[in-house]
């Protein structure tokens, strides 16, 4: 026993004689940290009602991809007023933009997105209800079915919230806000990683709104999307059908190839198409018609080996059908590439300050929810649960994956949906436009918040970050899922054009 404690003696004199500066130095630095963080938790605490204010206006406007002009502009004055420098229409997007406050290193971001989903419309209530604007028509048909309103938001919030803890001089560095458009099939994000503007960047945040809280930072799908357009001869359908080469057979019979493709594809292949534009008249044989295909697969690299044989399916189609076939590229965006030294971060910040409960009003809101859904949906109580998500793919895509090949990357979700939930539905719109969504919003904003500072303090972390990020890319270089020259998509929200001629 004498001998123990004369040897833990011995090292504890060795470490100070060795380490005297930097044993001060990081424990001044740790003993700082909680009330950092508790600061910048209460700052964007602080924030929640206007936030919540903000987050209805853009469920509200629910604006398609590339064309959410107000949207992005109430994020990025918001951002201004508080003193962030704000570069509006970054990458050759309008929509998109950065806001940056304090300076040097470490330069920690934070992704929002605020873009709707078309045919998705619906007011706040527990059954299908589709909003109508005044003059009683559903408006442009789109909702926050994904609650990018909430993600826009939150993420903005708590840049604020890092944001006065920089300019009271009590952390050093800079915080930006990327406004990110068209996550929903436009690949914003692999546009303005193209453009060089996460270049300066050490970490970027980011997190969705969801059916559950989750941290772990799961990769996802890779994804190719485009869309395929037909021009053909319009006749009348029944006096001179001989006359007319039908548009819409052309699509029919590419949509008819990819799904006997669909079989011989590699396990994790997800195929689908929608038609947005088929005729108008069964008695006109259609001139135009467009549809919109997307391919997807956990691998970017299997995605490039699908998408020349999904071409060769709308090739077919015109060629049997005598049509001319239009090929609207709308970009990729590779799997997410995670960071476990960051998920570490953020799963446990989610765990401390998760304190979401549904009030009475929420719970029966909830309840009528749950009662909506084909199969058996969660426990409510599941609200207060964290899943750790390391190692899974979720089934989706996201163009945050691009930014998490150059730079390491962490995101979360937060339950801001009733439990069941699935993304993409009216049941989501409706979520996310009750309390039940804005309560996950805040929390989401504590979380990136606190994570923030905590990676902002312990430039440790950052640099376990980055080497976790170079031995997961183990020298394979950054290959985007975009043409070269490819330009961001931004009409692609618009419905298809009728070329003519030629
Ligand atoms: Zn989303």
Redesign the pocket.
Known sequence: MRFQKSVVWLLFVWGIVLFPCNQSKIHGQASQIPALKNEAVASSQKRSETAWILAQKIWDLAEPGYLEKQSSNLLADLLEKDGFVVKRGVAGIPTAFTATIGSGKPVITILG?YDALPELSQEALPYRKPRLLANGTEGNGYGQA???HL?GVASATAAQAVGDLIKKGGLKGTVRFYGCPA??GGAAKAFMVREGLFKDVDVALHW?PGNRNAAGDPSCLARIAAKFRFHGQAAHAAGSPEKGRSALDGLLLTIHAVELMREHTPDGTRLHHTITSGGGAANVVPEFAEGFFYVRHPKGEVVSTLWPRLLKCAQAGALATETRLEVVPLGGTLELLPNDTLAQVTRKNLKALNNLEYSKEETAFALRIRETFPDKAPPLETIREVVDTSGKTTMGS?DVGDVSWVVPTTGFYAATWVPGTP?HSWQAVACGGTTIGKKGMVLASRVLAASAVDLMTQPEIVERAKAEQKQRLSGSLYAPLLDKDQKPPLDYRLAGKRSGGE
């Open positions: 997105e994904c609650g990018h993600f996550e929903e969705h996201t993304g």
